[in-house]
């Protein structure tokens, strides 16, 4: 059986289902169903989701959620959370309490910048390239008028287009670079328009200019496309309190800082550490990015870039501690939309909006940014005082006794057995196998 296809996307969905059954599974009715019942009972929505992507065949649930009491700049939110692991939005709920309590989150966005590039290849000389340039840098602007229209009218658009001269790094390479602010939308789509437009600005200016050779008229346009990387689109998020405020039943304030501190300080230092530390961070971000229909995938590939620009992997949060008192935060670039996309389609998006208090990007900016910060103090908070393996089995204990197919009086019995112990897997096993086997005997 070949399992090449030609026109795939060209088959109905049940079509397709059935390609991918036929040729990919040994039971195929039951392939087949277990697709099906995943499929919406309304069948305009199931639509809506149908035509996100391309050869859709089904929907893939991920549990949606909420972290509630995160005190952000005085106003208390709850926050709408979409993420598959067990321990994340209790976490975040934990840390919000924990922070309420002692003057809540205090979150700025420090810059909105986003860049583009149009990457070409000039051979020629660099000071004619760069005089020709400016001479006519405005017909960047007149020719993308149509385009920022709207933009403009949001105070967002072009805030600058410059030329980059990356000779030193690869030889005939030059950057057409551009300053964007897009107000309330991501602004991928902007972006890749205007800078698509510059490119035919740029090769149609020189092929009617006589101050350039034949040779030189024929720069090519290696691609246009906006950078994930927004260093100046930066939020930050910070929480504060005296050392005291945070005693533990075994530590004195003093001592939790002290700790924490060096947990934050290995994070600088140490790349091995710095993912997972970033990861748990990122475990808070990526929730409510994906409930509110933001990129995850650029949220994500900003911060990391981010966390090396100084040549090092290093921790996104920081923290100190002085006269008496411990300040925690974190800087992240964050490039997200509240208009567009799927806000305005996806049901699930939508009412993550309202849950918000619909929010504008500047706003969500800084709600995940608390998000993200609350995660890394609940991770390094567990890590540093009982270890991560109580909070996150007890709330891994229901995927495993999910697994072994335990029945819901199972279920509570083995919430009040492992009350006041860390339930390791192999324990949760071995229990439940032997009160099986009471039973069966
Ligand atoms: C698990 O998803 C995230 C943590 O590993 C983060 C951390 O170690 O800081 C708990």
């Known amino acids: 059986m070949s399992k090449a296809i030609k026109g795939f996307s060209k088959l109905t969905k049940e079509e397709k289902i059935d390609w991918v059954v036929s040729n990919y599974f040994s039971d195929q009715e039951t392939g087949k169903a277990v697709l099906k019942q995943y499929w919406n009972k309304d069948e305009k929505l199931q639509q809506v989701h149908d035509e996100f992507i ?105 805030t600058d287009i410059m030329l980059i001269n990356k000779n030193y790094e690869e030889p005939n390479y ?66 504060n309190c005296s050392v005291d405020q945070l005693a533990t039943e075994n530590m004195t304030g003093e001592e939790f800082a002290q700790k924490f501190q060096r947990a934050i300080h290995v994070a600088t230092i140490e790349p091995y550490r710095a993912t997972t530390h970033n990861k748990g961070i990122m475990n808070g971000i990526d929730a409510v990015v994906i409930a509110t229909g933001n990129d995850f995938r650029a949220v994500e590939a900003a911060a990391h870039t981010y966390a090396a620009r100084s040549g090092q992997y290093r921790s996104l949060t920081q923290c100190e501690i002085k006269d008496g008192q411990f300040r925690f935060w974190l800087d992240i670039p964050m490039a997200l939309g509240t208009v567009g996309g799927l806000t305005t389609l996806h049901p699930m998006v939508k009412f993550a909006y309202e849950l918000l208090g619909n929010p504008g990007a500047k706003d969500l900016m800084m709600i995940i940014a608390a998000s993200g910060l609350a995660q890394n103090f609940g991770a390094l908070k567990a890590l540093t005082t009982t270890g991560i393996q109580q909070g996150h089995m007890k709330m891994h204990l229901l995927n495993v006794l999910n697994n072994l197919g335990a029945t819901d009086k199972e279920k509570d019995f083995f919430k009040i057995y492992f009350k006041d112990k860390v339930p390791r897997h192999s324990d949760i096993v071995n229990k439940f196998n032997e009160m099986r086997a009471a039973v069966t005997n």
């Open 174 to 239: 030059y950057q057409i670079k551009a300053n964007f602010e897009t107000a309330d939308s991501m602004g991928a789509n902007f972006i890749n328009t205007c800078l698509e437009q510059f490119a035919e600005t740029l090769k149609r200016e020189i092929e009617a200019s006589d101050v350039f050779t034949e040779e030189e008229k024929q720069i090519q346009i290696i691609m246009c496309i906006l950078s994930n990387y927004t260093p100046e689109c930066l939020v930050r998020a910070e929480v």
């Open 54 to 158: 391309e050869n859709t065949l089904t929907n893939y649930y991920l549990p949606f959620g909420v972290a509630p009491n995160f005190l952000i700049n005085d106003v208390i939110y709850t926050i709408p959370m979409a993420i598959e692991e067990s321990s994340v939005v209790a976490a975040a709920a934990k840390a919000a309490s924990f922070w309420m309590a002692r003057g809540g989150f205090k979150t700025e966005v420090i810059s909105t910048k986003k860049i583009g590039h149009v990457h070409f290849v000039y051979y020629g000389d660099y000071d004619t390239l760069l005089n020709f340039f400016n001479k006519i840098k405005d017909k960047f602007y007149r020719d993308t008028e149509s385009i920022t229209a709207n933009m403009r009218k949001r105070e967002g658009g072009i």
